[in-house]
């Protein structure tokens, strides 16, 4: 199941402002550029230029009207700015976030089918499940136990799939001499009840040349790597050191050969870098992000990981790991908490695990571009993962820095493409075309 004779893969997560919760701050920055689309682009632009995979957005259908200190960290609806996108770019994969739990799935699949209908085969589904309290007020209803949401989003996926490819190959005829354009005998119409959602299909139009959408996955619980193992062609993870990278990437290779596949979904874990032309300058730049920080609101994200009472927590002082919730127990991302819960473990503090994690789980890298390169090799080489998710410090010059001084040091390693080889986003992750029957 080992991939680490495969190219290393790399993506952008586009992230409001950047990837650290300070970025809005950063002198030059666009406070608001969560909301607005040209920042988006050109983002989208220098990532294409430095041939990446794709750029993500990840989404949470809601905001906390208590936070005065920060932007919302998603604004606009990930789709839209996706299609955006498409139009200013030819080769960048466009990945989008979008739950399970408070969607229906003709209206996503219509949704993605036409988004990589649009970009010529170069979108992705992130499935995402939802139990955020401010999303679930949003909605209305009850709020779904995490099997419960699991569930449902195995029998979600499964149907998507299945409108993907409800137009079966002959469907479109399109003579134009005999007026004759479907052949409706090779609709793949659902049957209706059979399926969860009591769906029949077909969407209103064919697929890709990709044939239909990337599905990937980004959930670190039991029920989540179970699903990944089952569907997901990709896995978002979150790992803060190369121990728990391993293990949770034979985890999931392991859960996915135990379910019967050939070949075991991409693990590509976040990354946060801060990148200097010296180690003392990345890190001076690290400390200038990290004291643009509200201490309060950062341990107050720590203590919401952790499913943790904030005023069990001490800025300076170790976390009792006895205060440890069980992981499946938690309401956010059980693998930003898992990363999160081997610091505690180790007896940082709750500012050393700020600083180390941004706070949500995922790994910073302070470095030069050799350093940040070194990282990503070394990680790569282990085959712990397949690559990576940049989240790049400050988008606004954190992202060009890493395309413009770490891509090169990784392709003359020979371990990054030098252009781009193929059209659609499953090209660029070597994953097989999926084509109606």
Not at 81 to 100: C, D, K, N, Q
Not at 116 to 144: C, E, H, K, M, Y
């Amino acid at each position: 199941m080992s991939s680490a004779t495969n190219s290393l893969h790399l993506g952008v997560n586009l992230l409001g402002a950047g990837g650290h919760a300070a970025s809005w701050r950063w002198p030059s920055t666009n406070p608001s550029a969560v909301f607005d689309i040209d920042h988006y682009v050109r983002a989208a632009t220098v990532a294409e230029r430095g041939l990446l995979d794709a750029v993500f957005l990840a989404d949470t259908p809601s905001i906390s009207t208590q936070d005065t200190h920060h932007p919302p960290v998603h604004g606009l609806e990930p789709t839209l700015v996706l299609t955006a996108i498409a139009r200013a770019t030819e080769h960048i994969g466009l990945i989008g976030s979008a739950s399970t739990t408070y969607n229906e799935p003709y209206n996503l699949a219509r949704r993605f089918q036409s988004l990589d209908v649009i970009s010529g085969g170069r979108a992705a589904w992130n499935v995402v499940t939802t139990s955020d309290p401010s999303t679930v007020a949003n909605f209305g209803g009850p709020q779904l136990e995490r099997e419960q949401r699991y569930k449902r989003a195995e029998d979600f996926v499964d149907t998507v799939r299945e409108l993907w490819l409800s137009w079966g190959e002959g469907t479109v005829v399109a003579d134009q001499k005999t007026g004759i354009y479907a052949d409706p005998t090779h609709y793949r119409l659902l049957d209706p009840t059979s399926n969860t959602f009591a769906i029949q299909g077909p969407l209103t139009h064919p697929g890709s040349k990709q044939g239909h959408p990337v599905i990937i996955q980004a959930g670190g619980s039991d029920a989540g790597l179970r699903l990944a193992a089952r569907s997901a062609e990709v896995v978002f993870a979150a790992a803060g050191d190369l121990s728990t990278a391993l293990r949770e990437t034979r985890r999931v290779r392991t859960l996915a050969h135990e379910s019967g596949r050939r070949k075991a979904p991409l693990v590509l874990p976040g990354l946060v870098t801060f990148i200097g032309s010296t180690e003392h300058e990345a890190q001076q730049r690290k400390n200038q992000l990290d004291a643009l920080l509200d201490p309060t609101k950062s341990m107050n994200a720590v203590a919401d990981r952790l499913n943790i009472a904030v005023d069990k927590l001490s800025l300076d002082k170790p976390i009792p790991v006895e205060l440890l919730p069980d992981p499946d127990q938690v309401p956010f991302s059980v693998g930003h908490h898992r990363s999160i819960e081997t610091l505690v473990r180790e007896g940082r503090t709750v500012r050393e695990i700020i600083a180390s994690v941004q706070g949500v789980g995922h790994r910073t890298l302070a470095g030069t571009p050799e350093q940040i390169a070194d990282s990503i090799e070394s990680w790569f080489r282990a085959d712990a993962v397949d690559g990576f998710n940049i989240m790049p410090d400050v988008i606004d010059d954190g992202l060009p820095a890493f395309v413009d001084h770490v891509i090169p040091i990784l392709q003359h390693r020979g371990l990054f493409r030098t252009e781009y080889t193929g059209t659609t986003l499953r090209e660029h992750l070597n994953l097989p075309l999926q084509q109606p029957q």
